[in-house]
């Protein structure tokens, strides 16, 4: 999937979001995009695209907003399309519905036994696990201290609580803390990439001084 809002210059990173239905993960894009809160949203699987400067870097996201499937018959999880496309994953729960947060549960698990997609797989990528609606707390079904449990069982997976309808804060926090992660990632696998050739040419140089030898 091609955005040519993204230009070679800029960093460009693609977020998936996931979740139930109704726990604010339309809102919260937007409200990151935006600044603005708004509640309703019609069953619309939407890529937002949103340029803006962090820390002195020209950050371009992609952000893919996608639908829980209403049909029973299929599967909740990511698609192959949308597992190769993604560099990390927001999952949104709301914290006055415990079902959400099973959805939240089922699909971080299987994020993080995933073998397929780019990168070595979903588990091998970075995600932020947020617990929305956290301005009603009168009704809440889901402690806390869960969705640290849940996160930190998961390598690479970021936790933290936020309300959409509120403030612009907690959105902008998540999709930073994200970024962060997938920078991080990046890091680690061009560092990697430089020892596995650090080894191979060693490897090869000792190899042909053998060959000389004998």
């Known amino acids: 999937m091609k955005h040519p809002e993204c230009t070679q210059q800029k960093l460009t990173v693609n977020f998936l979001i996931l979740g139930a239905d109704h726990v604010g993960k339309s809102a919260l894009a937007v409200r990151f995009i935006t600044r603005r809160f708004i509640g309703e949203y019609g069953d619309i699987e939407t890529v937002y695209t949103h340029n803006v400067a962090v820390d002195g870097t020209e950050i371009c996201f992609n952000i893919w907003d996608s639908l829980y499937p209403q049909n029973s018959e299929v599967t909740a999880h990511p698609s192959e399309q949308q597992m190769r496309w993604a560099d990390g994953f927001v999952v949104v729960y709301s914290i006055c519905d415990r079902a959400s947060f099973e959805v939240?549960?089922?699909?971080?698990?299987?994020?993080?036994?995933?073998?397929?997609?780019?990168?070595?797989?979903?588990?091998?990528?970075?995600?932020?696990?947020?617990?929305?609606?956290?301005d009603l707390s009168h009704r809440r079904a889901v402690s806390a201290e869960e969705g640290k449990v849940l996160a930190a069982?998961?390598?690479?997976?970021?936790?933290?609580?936020?309300?959409?309808?509120?403030?612009?804060?907690?959105?902008l926090l998540a999709f930073h803390r994200l970024l962060a992660l997938v920078r991080q990632s990046r890091a680690a696998s061009r560092r990697a990439a430089g020892l596995r050739g650090?080894?191979?040419?060693?490897?090869?140089?000792?190899?042909?001084?053998?060959?000389?030898?004998e």
């Open 198 to 213: 650090i080894v191979r040419s060693v490897s090869a140089a000792f190899g042909g001084r053998r060959r000389r030898v």
């Open 153 to 171: 069982g998961v390598a690479g997976c970021a936790f933290l609580e936020v309300s959409a309808a509120e403030a612009h804060h907690g959105a």
């Open 104 to 134: 939240a549960r089922g699909q971080v698990a299987w994020l993080r036994g995933s073998a397929g997609g780019r990168g070595g797989g979903g588990g091998g990528r970075p995600a932020v696990l947020v617990g929305n609606k956290r």
